[in-house]
């Protein structure tokens, strides 16, 4: 009984091993099949990205990297570019004709802002004159009508103007002068981008010179011609003044503002 035990045994366990073996070779089968799905699908997307415009770029990276080698000294106030390989005719003359080219973009720039403030100055200007122009005009039409509180209000309304049209001009000369400066600049900057050979920076530069001096060439004639107005008004009141002081007794005459009597 005891031996028919035994064997009963050794055959359960028998049975039981070769389960088991054959439950671990089909998972190991399952892993292959896997593995060789994944390896597959990885040489897909390989083929798939040599043949992109991406990887195309990738692979001339190293090439556009030797090419664009160029190493750069700088010292403390010019900038010397040796180069180890000819890239895109980096020559001496075209370095210059680059830092020319710079030049003239900064000194148009300094042209522009400095015509701008001289601009506006004028335009000021030739208002505040207007508004002075108009005052004494006022004053005319009201010679011998007004009492003398009322003449010294309005004379002194006159003074302020004129402090006004001083200081006005003194803001005109001082931006004049900054843009007599970058006039000269622009010239000198056209003259060395055409020697160094940018013609279009050169011929850029004389353009926005030319429509500068025309600009501030025209708000001159403004302010020109209101001076010109103004000294027209001044000799009109001095008529008018002597009309008036004729047709009244010399007693009257105290009653004239002393501002008014005195030359400007």
Known sequence: ????????????????KGRTDFLAARRNMAV??????CVQLLKDKANLFCRSPV?????RLPEVARSKTVAFSVSSSLCAVPFTQQVENLSHESLIRRASCLVTDSANTYLSQTTLA????????????HTLIALQKRYITSIGKLTPA??????QVIIGQRVEVSDRLEECRRFESNWINA????????EAAYNSGAEHACTATKTNLQV????????????????????ETKAEEIQRM???????????????PEAYLRED
């Open 183 to 190: 006039i000269n600049i622009c010239e000198l900057s056209a």
């Open 242 to 256: 002597a009309e008036y002081a004729s047709s009244i007794d010399i007693s009257d005459l105290e009653d004239i």
């Open 118 to 129: 001289l601009v506006d100055a004028l335009t000021q200007y030739a208002k505040a004159l």
């Open 150 to 155: 009322e003449e010294d209000s309005i004379w």
């Open 212 to 231: 500068a001096q025309c600009k501030v060439e025209e708000l001159r004639m403004i302010s020109k011609e209101a001076e010109k107005k103004l000294a």
């Open 1 to 16: 009984m005891q031996a028919f035990r035994n064997c009963g045994l050794c055959a359960s366990g028998t049975l039981l």
């Open 55 to 59: 990887h195309q770029r990738l692979l």
């Open 32 to 37: 292959l099949r896997l593995s060789a799905a």
